[in-house]
């Protein structure tokens, strides 16, 4: 079975600078898509980025990117220029793209802290 | 598009009574899955339904857990007899589940569930 970890319960950081959130994922598959959710305290849960395995490219949005390594299992979040509106839990997800399943697999979550 | 609705968004009961959540997903989508969220085991899937047909519900815990799509806008979480442990954040999603197989789960704002 799949399993996603995310190491870091709780991260803080300074309004306008950057942090990253670290997330690792175990999986026999090839071919995959990861998620990255965020859940502010009203509890509604929003996609903030996506990936899928086959690219290599890392995908961006705006002030959030990723650091995909396919071969290490890991995928990051990295949030430049924190705004206050940041704060949340960001969720780490994982979703095969064999077999048609379409379940996603979270990790545990980290809880994010912009201080002014 | 009014995204999707869940009700109510607040349920407490007591042990042993019968709790009905339910769920009206995007309209045009044709994929929903429950999700339960609690601080201990996190967020997890509890079923999912394709075209009204459940396609994986190896996440509900226990017979005490029944969940039905009568028809494409509607589905409801039924537990009977409710129990303390089942206390959570109950979430339901849906997805176009369009050919390309990366389409976002869009999710509602959850139904917090206290059992007394």
């Known amino acids: 079975a799949q399993t996603v970890t995310q190491s870091q319960p709780e991260m803080s950081v300074q309004e306008a600078e950057t942090v990253t959130l670290s997330c690792t994922y175990d999986?026999?598959?090839?071919?995959?898509?990861l998620f990255w959710y965020k859940q502010p305290p009203s509890r509604q849960m929003i996609l903030v980025i996506r990936?899928?395995?086959?690219?290599?490219q890392n995908a961006t949005e705006n002030r959030f990117s990723v650091n995909f390594q396919k071969a290490a299992k890991s995928f990051s979040l990295k949030i430049s220029d924190s705004q206050l509106g940041d704060a949340a839990m960001y969720f780490c997800?994982?979703?095969?793209?064999?077999?048609?399943?379409?379940?996603?697999?979270f990790g545990k979550g980290t809880k994010l802290t912009v201080n002014p | 598009d009014a995204g999707v609705i869940q009700s109510p968004r607040h349920e407490v009961t007591e042990m042993g009574q019968e709790v009905t959540l339910r769920c009206k997903p995007i309209?045009?989508?044709?994929?929903l899955f429950w999700y339960r969220q609690t601080m201990m085991r996190g967020l997890e899937l509890l079923i999912y339904?394709?075209?009204?047909?459940?396609?994986?519900d190896s996440g509900m815990p226990e017979d005490r857990f029944s969940a039905k799509m009568p028809n494409a806008s509607f589905s409801t979480l039924k537990i009977q007899p409710s129990e303390p442990r089942d206390s959570a954040v109950y979430f339901c999603?849906?997805?176009?589940?369009?050919?390309?197989?990366?389409?976002?789960?869009?999710f509602g704002p959850g139904t917090r569930l206290t059992v007394l």
């Open positions: 309209s045009g989508h044709n994929s």
């Open positions: 997800a994982y979703r095969g793209a064999q077999g048609g399943s379409e379940k996603l697999v």
């Open positions: 990936q899928e395995a086959y690219k290599q």
């Open positions: 999986t026999s598959e090839s071919d995959y898509y």
């Open positions: 339904f394709n075209n009204n047909v459940p396609i994986d």
């Open positions: 999603a849906s997805s176009p589940r369009t050919s390309g197989s990366r389409d976002e789960q869009f």
